[in-house]
Nanobody, 118 residues
Framework: QVQLVESGGGLVQAGGSLRLSCAAS????????MRWYRQAPGKQRELVAG???????AYADSVKGRFTISSDNAKNTVYLQMNSLKPEDTAIYYC????????????WGQGTQVTVSS
C-alpha cells in the first residue's frame, strides 16, 4: 500500500504560479507513471500531466507550455510547477501513481485545492 500526500495548493491571482508536491510513502520508480489529475466543480476528473518511470512527460493541451511535471526519485516526490495560471485552472488537484503489469492498479492522494482568481 502506498500513500500519496499532496501539498502546495492555495489561492493565487491569474497570471501567478504555484508548485504542487506529491510525496509518496513508497518508491515512485516502482510505478509505470506518476500523474496529476484535476477536477473542477461539476466536471469530470481530467488528466493534466504525467511522467513515466523513464522520465518522459506528457501534458494536456490546456496546460502545455504553462505546467511542468518533474520528479525527485531520491525523495519519492513528484512536482507540478504551474505558471501563468488562469481562472479555469481552478480545481482540486490529485496525485496518482499508476502501475500496469500483469495487473493494473492506481493509488490516489487526497487532493489539494487550487483556486485562481481573476
Amino acid at each position: 500500500q502506498v500513500q500519496l500526500v499532496e501539498s502546495g495548493g492555495g489561492l493565487v491571482q491569474a497570471g501567478g504560479s504555484l508548485r504542487l508536491s506529491c510525496a509518496a510513502s513508497g518508491r515512485i520508480l516502482s510505478f509505470n507513471a506518476m500523474r496529476w489529475y484535476r477536477q473542477a466543480p461539476g466536471k469530470q476528473r481530467e488528466l493534466v500531466a504525467g511522467i513515466s518511470s523513464g522520465g518522459r512527460s506528457a501534458y494536456a493541451d490546456s496546460v502545455k507550455g504553462r505546467f511542468t511535471i518533474s520528479s525527485d526519485n531520491a525523495k519519492n516526490t513528484v512536482y507540478l510547477q504551474m505558471n501563468s495560471l488562469k481562472p479555469e485552472d481552478t480545481a482540486i488537484y490529485y496525485c496518482n501513481a499508476h502501475y500496469q503489469g500483469s495487473v493494473e492498479y492506481d493509488y490516489w492522494g487526497q487532493g489539494t485545492q487550487v483556486t485562481v482568481s481573476s
